[in-house]
């Protein structure tokens, strides 16, 4: 009989392993935490649709942090969420603003940990949207100083990356140009380069109190139709000086994750998002399905598309399964 015996080599545990593709790596998986500007110390709030995940004051961040590390953490990514917001966004950039003591206090205690700071103004802004707005307008240029200071006084309190995530035209070329006028030439730019306006993000609204007043986010975030724009944002922000390029959300975009992998030789990052990480969980906590299983499967297919690191929620989770 002449039929191929794909059996053989998944017959037992030591072939499977020695035959599999990828595997999952801790320093593959970057962990978001949201910092919580607050004189409570002890302030630790869930999130309520991201089960597991906190609004964090300083301290409560630098315990979290203390034992992701221990687990074998590499990587975060911060947000942060101010006591006061205002039409300019101004605490997205104040040089004591939440995000620039958080990387303060974080690299400062552990130098090792590899902090990245998403860099984008609706966290910070009255209206909850990306820029400055003019009536129901997101402006652009205007825009761009903003975020090239915000960018800048990350790096200046210590950030090691900056993840512009606003998708305003030019504003990697502007960020890039601001850290190498101040001297930080050697600090990587990764760009949420391809963000489609997702309903996934749903929970970080919740979590960051960064709903858009009005309006939504389609005028700057691209069409979840679009493959093709996707590799025209990419090589933009390639050429305006992007060191690593980001798919978001991305599960439901492994053919972008992939399409970027082959098109360019820049590693591509991938963000599973809050409304990804909340279904998974939401259909664990009901015993649907097995949470951590369906987890790993859903990181593994993501690094398998061609994403050489990726943002999620499960990564502090994960880790201590990793090792
Ligand atoms: C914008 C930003 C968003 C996310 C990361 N950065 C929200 C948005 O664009 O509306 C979403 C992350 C997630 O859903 O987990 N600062």
Same mark, same amino acid.
């Given at each position: 009989?002449?039929?191929?015996?794909?059996?053989?080599?998944?017959?037992?545990?030591?072939?499977?392993?020695?035959?599999?593709?990828?595997?999952?790596?801790?320093?593959?998986?970057?962990?978001?935490?949201?910092?919580?500007?607050?004189?409570?110390?002890?302030?630790?709030?869930?999130?309520? #649709?991201?089960?597991? %995940?906190?609004?964090? #004051?300083?301290?409560?961040?630098?315990?979290?942090?203390?034992?992701?590390?221990?687990?074998?953490?590499? $990587?975060?990514?911060?947000?942060?969420?101010?006591?006061?917001?205002?039409?300019?966004? $101004?605490?997205?950039?104040?040089?004591?603003?939440?995000? %620039? %003591?958080?990387?303060?206090?974080?690299?400062?205690?552990?130098?090792? @940990?590899?902090?990245?700071?998403?860099?984008?103004?609706?966290?910070?802004?009255?209206?909850?949207?990306?820029?400055?707005?003019?009536?129901?307008?997101?402006?652009?240029?205007?825009?761009?100083?903003?975020?090239?200071?915000? &960018?800048? $006084?990350?790096?200046?309190?210590?950030?090691? !990356?900056?993840?512009? +995530?606003?998708?305003?035209?030019?504003?990697?070329?502007?960020?890039?140009?601001?850290?190498? *006028?101040?001297?930080?030439?050697?600090?990587?730019? !990764? #760009?949420?380069?391809?963000?489609?306006?997702?309903?996934?993000?749903?929970?970080?609204? *919740?979590?960051?109190?960064?709903?858009?007043?009005?309006?939504?986010?389609?005028?700057? %975030? !691209?069409?979840?139709?679009?493959?093709?724009?996707?590799?025209?944002?990419? &090589?933009?922000?390639? +050429?305006?000086?992007?060191? @690593?390029?980001?798919?978001?959300?991305?599960?439901?975009?492994?053919?972008?994750?992939?399409?970027?992998?082959?098109?360019?030789?820049?590693?591509?990052?991938?963000?599973?998002?809050?409304?990804?990480?909340?279904?998974?969980?939401?259909?664990?906590?009901?015993?649907?399905?097995?949470?951590?299983?369906?987890?790993?499967? $859903?990181?593994?297919?993501?690094?398998?598309?061609?994403?050489?690191?990726?943002?999620?929620?499960?990564?502090?989770?994960?880790?201590?399964?990793?090792?």
């Amino acid at each position: 009989m002449d039929f191929f015996r794909g059996r053989r080599l998944r017959a037992d545990p030591a072939i499977r392993r020695m035959t599999a593709e990828t595997e999952l790596r801790p320093q593959d998986l970057i962990q978001p935490w949201f910092a919580y500007e607050t004189d409570d110390s002890k302030y630790k709030k869930p999130i309520g #649709s991201m089960p597991g %995940q906190y609004q964090l #004051s300083i301290p409560e961040l630098l315990r979290r942090a203390e034992k992701a590390v221990k687990n074998g953490l590499v $990587s975060c990514l911060l947000f942060g969420i101010p006591r006061e917001k205002d039409p300019q966004g $101004s605490q997205a950039y104040a040089e004591k603003g939440i995000v %620039q %003591q958080a990387v303060r206090a974080l690299k400062k205690e552990f130098p090792d @940990l590899y902090v990245i700071t998403d860099v984008c103004l609706c966290e910070y802004t009255s209206h909850g949207h990306c820029g400055l707005v003019r009536g129901e307008d997101i402006q652009n240029d205007p825009t761009l100083e903003l975020l090239a200071r915000t &960018a800048l $006084s990350h790096v200046r309190a210590g950030a090691d !990356m900056v993840a512009p +995530s606003d998708m305003m035209d030019g504003r990697v070329a502007v960020i890039r140009e601001a850290l190498d *006028e101040h001297g930080h030439t050697g600090v990587p730019l !990764m #760009s949420y380069a391809v963000k489609y306006a997702s309903a996934f993000y749903g929970p970080f609204r *919740e979590a960051a109190e960064g709903a858009p007043k009005f309006g939504d986010r389609k005028t700057h %975030q !691209m069409d979840p139709a679009n493959r093709r724009e996707a590799l025209r944002e990419a &090589a933009a922000d390639l +050429s305006e000086g992007a060191d @690593l390029l980001m798919v978001k959300p991305a599960g439901p975009y492994l053919d972008i994750i992939r399409d970027l992998y082959e098109a360019f030789d820049a590693p591509v990052a991938a963000y599973q998002v809050s409304g990804e990480y909340a279904l998974i969980k939401a259909a664990a906590e009901r015993g649907w399905v097995d949470g951590t299983a369906v987890a790993l499967e $859903s990181l593994l297919g993501i690094k398998r598309a061609g994403a050489s690191m990726i943002l999620t929620y499960f990564a502090e989770e994960l880790l201590p399964l990793l090792k």
